[in-house]
């Protein structure tokens, strides 16, 4: 299922996407499980978890908070 790039495209694919959920919510509702169709349910992928990319941005994210509190503190120290 390929998610259109366009404005009215977008537009129709995401009501699209609303009246199959509603689909399959009354499906639900009615029988107590979601319907089984292959075209209808999403494909699982896995998701894969960099830990090294995550450190380093976390590190960066500290690291620039502190930065900028230093600012902060210099910026005050001027003033008063």
Do not use: C
Not at 46 to 74: E, K
């Amino acid at each position: 299922m390929k998610v259109p790039s366009d404005d009215e495209g977008m537009t129709q694919w995401l009501y699209d996407r609303f009246i199959e959920k509603d689909k399959m919510l009354e499906e639900y509702y009615r029988t107590g499980e979601f319907p089984t169709k292959s075209n209808t349910l999403p494909t699982v992928r896995p998701v894969r978890q960099d830990n090294l990319r995550y450190f380093i941005l976390h590190s960066f994210f500290i690291a620039s908070t502190y930065v900028q509190y230093r600012m902060f503190q210099a910026f005050l120290g001027i003033l008063w």
